[in-house]
């Protein structure tokens, strides 16, 4: 596909900002850099003329863009995030925010841009499995439970994430919550997978493990955006809770 120049500056601006969201250039970015140089015809002089480009001009330009056009660099800038192995928090909010000003659609059935919404989880599971990592043993339990992932329920940076029974004897008014809010935000995301790392607020009481923050982590398994298991880390006891649907 032919871009002309203007568009050129507008589009390697754009890989530029994905580039550095992380302050830190990878090398797998250079690689795939290295790739779009000779499929779009730009050398090293040319990403400094686009970083001289005001965002502003080109955001304009990319706005303009054909829907072909923009398909194409939906696809340049979704696969400069992941070329170094994982798409981390500042990564997602530049992607966001490029395609929302580019008007590229990332929610169409078959798009295979679509990053993970992690903002607004409730993952209902059939079973699951305690895995208690010093003894080397596995307990499987067939009652249901749920996870609850949302932003921070205090307004602050991160996300909440409580876990509830579904099973037995439960007050009419709501779920029986199991493991209270946990505090956590995001360490790693990809593809098919999303880390979250507990974070103790400055005030919190460190007596009981138990409610300290940090002591938790989440990872959700969601290949093509659907969620497969919920893994609970309980560090501070060794343990894996295993969500399975």
């Known amino acids: 596909m032919e871009f002309n120049l203007a568009e050129k500056l507008a589009i390697v601006k754009a890989i530029d900002k994905v580039i550095l969201a992380d302050q830190k250039v990878a090398k797998g970015e250079m ?8 499929i779009l015809d730009f050398d090293s002089e040319f990403v400094e003329e686009a970083r001289k480009f005001h965002m502003k001009q080109a955001n304009a330009i990319l706005e303009d ?3 072909p056009k923009k398909h ?3 696809i340049m800038l979704h696969e400069m995030a992941y070329a170094d192995g994982y798409l981390g928090k500042e990564e997602v909010k530049v992607l966001f925010s490029m395609f929302e000003t580019a008007g590229i659609k990332i929610e169409e059935p ?3 841009l679509s990053v993970f919404d992690i903002s607004d989880v409730y993952f209902k599971s ?3 499995i305690q ?4 003894k080397k043993l596995s307990e499987e339990n067939k009652e249901k439970r749920a996870i609850k992932i949302e932003p921070h329920i205090e307004g602050k940076k991160g996300f909440t994430i409580t876990t509830f029974r579904l099973d037995g004897f439960l007050p009419f008014w709501g779920n029986k919550v199991e493991l209270t809010p946990k505090h956590m935000d995001i360490i790693e995301l990809n593809n098919s997978r999303s880390i979250l790392k507990g974070f103790a607020a400055p005030s919190a009481d460190t007596s009981d493990p138990a409610e300290v923050h940090s002591n938790y982590g989440l990872s959700i398994y969601h290949p093509d955006n659907e ?6 880390h309980k560090h501070h006891e060794n343990i894996d809770i295993e969500y399975l649907k």
């Open 31 to 38: 690689e795939y850099l290295g790739q779009l140089m000779k």
């Open 126 to 128: 059939s079973r699951h």
């Open 65 to 67: 863009l054909s829907e």
């Open 227 to 232: 969620i497969e298991k919920i893994v609970l």
């Open 131 to 134: 895995h208690h990592k010093e």
């Open 110 to 112: 078959g798009n295979h």
């Open 72 to 74: 194409s660099l939906g």
